[in-house]
Every structure is written in C-alpha cells, then in structure tokens.
C-alpha cells in the first residue's frame, strides 16, 4: 500500500469513503434515552458542525492536503484532508479521515496520519490539531500517533428559539454591535477566560488568534453576515457572535464572558439570546466554561455531544552549522541545538 497525494481522478472514490463513513457513523451512533435530540438531527448538526465533503480543499494549494491511501488490489481505501487557517501556515487542521471498512482499510488509517504529518513538516507546518466526538473510534489512533487532549468542547443544541421575554429585551440595551478596533479588548477577554495551556495553543499572539479562533470568526468580522456584539462594564466583559441559520446549519452561537458577577453573567447571557432568531441554534463551549453551559441548559439549551480537541505539536526547528567538519547542515529540535552548541564550544574556562 501507499500514501500519495490525491488526484482529481481520486474525488469520485473520496466521495463515496466519506459517504460510508458518515452513514456508518449514523447507523452506530449510540444516543441517550435522556437525549431530547433526536438521532437523526443529532447527526446532521454535529456534521455540519465538523465535517462536510464540500469543504474540500484545492488539491493545487501547498498550504493544505489531501492524501489518499492505495492498495494495489483495492485501490484507493482511505484519504485524509488537512487545511491550514486563514494567515496561519504553520498549522494545519485536520478534517477528516476515512477509510474502507475491509482489514486493509483499518490498517490504512496510521499510514495516512503518519504520511500527513510528515507532508506537514515537509512543508514547515508544526503543529496539527483535529476534533473528535468523545468515545469515537480514531480517538485512539491519534492519541497514537502522538496527539494529546487540549480541550473538552461540549456543543449545546436549542430545538427552537422559545419568546423573548420583557426582561430579556430591557436588557439588550446593555449590547452594542463591535466595530473591529475593539478587536484587541476581545482578545484581552480571551486571554482572561481561556486557561493559559489552551491560550498558547490557539492564541500565542494576535494576529495568531484572529485567524484561528471559531474558524477564524474575529478576522471576518464586518465582512460577513455574522453578528458581533460586546458588553462593556467597563472595558470589554462580553462577546458574542451570531451566525445566521442556512439551508443546512442551525444559527450559531459563539460566546464568551466574564464570570466575576453572577448578575451581570445572567443579564449578559439573556441580551445574547434575545438576539437569537427564534429557530435552532447551537453553541459551543469548553469544559473550563461551566457556568455559561450551566446558564444555557436553564435557557432551554441541551449538551447532545462532547468533542475532543487533539493536538500534535512537533515544535520548531533550527538548523545547525558545523564548520570544522564541513558537513552539510542538519536539522535538530530547538532544544537540543543549544546543549549541542554548548558541547562545541568545550568547557568554559575560568
């Protein structure tokens, strides 16, 4: 079997895998008796949510991959997809990996991850990130292949938006649409709510933030038809984006805030929903967001799925001169370029 680089005669083939895929993952889920989701819609909006053969990427572009595993008798029994954020280059995330269901189809799934991240660094990407439903069968072989566990998001579903009450709408005042220069205070508020390990992940700078975080949401902001909203008390202690429902997607929710009040959370979170269209929507939120998860369940919002957030991280590289032995350069982890430094240089001298 090998890996390589799919083709556009690969598409109809990639196609049909995620099809299966995506029907078996339907025909096994595995839904509560205490779920008020029923299967057939929890599958379609976790889908939509993470997943979508449409998004697949330009096989021309060098930023993303599209990798598809070949069997000489078989054919093509699994492809992966990677894409890099928006002005991120040096990360790729993972969306999806899918393979037949006959034994060399299963054995198909460490090569294609094992392949793309090595295509990755070929193209000096380090880090690699995917999401997974809690409990799904590839958990396993990317924990594997080396990733480890960030985050736990919980996605929250609402059926329909319910009425707005009185309250809700005398406390909408306290919302007013963000503008992009206060995109700063909004990163602050994420650097103020978001645990340090995951801040360096996904945030380490700015500009960084922008393009990653929800897809991206920040940097589009007045380029699309999604809403942002702030509260400030003073500075900014709320955000909130609302992306409209279309054919296939509930309406979204993107919320984050401060916790110090309680009374100022609650009022905060029902000026948000007050803007929500009275249709589906979802919302998804982190296991270090527990207050605001709790405060969506009172609000008729449900947890229907819990998703994993992986990442791989293979760190920077350097490349290390060596000019007494007039070798070509090689490549070595940061770390170890300094002690071999160090060991060049010999003994200090006193």
Known sequence: MIVRSASFRDLARIE???????????????????????????????????????????????????????????????????????????????????????????????????????????????????????????????????????????????????????????????????????IPAIYLLYLRTTPSQVADFEGPSLNVWQATYAQGLVARMGRDDVRHFIVEHPGVVAWAAIRPPSATQPAQLTLMCEGHDAALREGIIDAVLAELPAEPATCVLRHYDSELIRSLQ?????????QLLLVLDRGAKVRLRQPSRRKKPVLVQAGIARSVRSEMRGPSRS
């Open 16 to 182: 049909q895998l995620f099809r299966d895929a995506t029907a078996s993952e339907s025909a096994g889920a595995q839904v509560s008796e205490d779920s008020p989701v029923p299967q057939a819609t929890l599958l379609r909006v976790w889908h939509a949510l993470t997943k979508s053969i449409s998004s697949l990427v330009p096989l021309t572009d060098s930023a993303d991959a599209l990798l598809v595993a070949e069997d000489a008798h078989e054919g093509v029994v699994g492809f992966i997809q990677a894409q890099a954020p928006a002005g991120r280059t040096k990360s790729w995330q993972i969306l999806n990996l899918c393979t037949a269901t006959s034994a060399i189809g299963h054995f198909a799934r460490e090569q294609l991850l094992a392949a793309l991240c090595n295509h990755g660094l070929e193209h000096g990407v380090r880090r690699f990130s995917v999401r997974l439903p809690l409990d799904h069968p590839l958990v396993p072989v990317f924990l594997g292949q080396g990733f480890s566990q960030v985050a736990t998001e919980q996605i929250l579903f609402r059926d329909d938006g319910g009425s707005a009450g009185e309250e809700a709408r005398v406390r909408s005042t306290v919302l007013r649409p963000a503008r992009r220069d206060d």
């Open 298 to 306: 009172e609000r008729g919002f449900a947890v229907y799925g819990t």
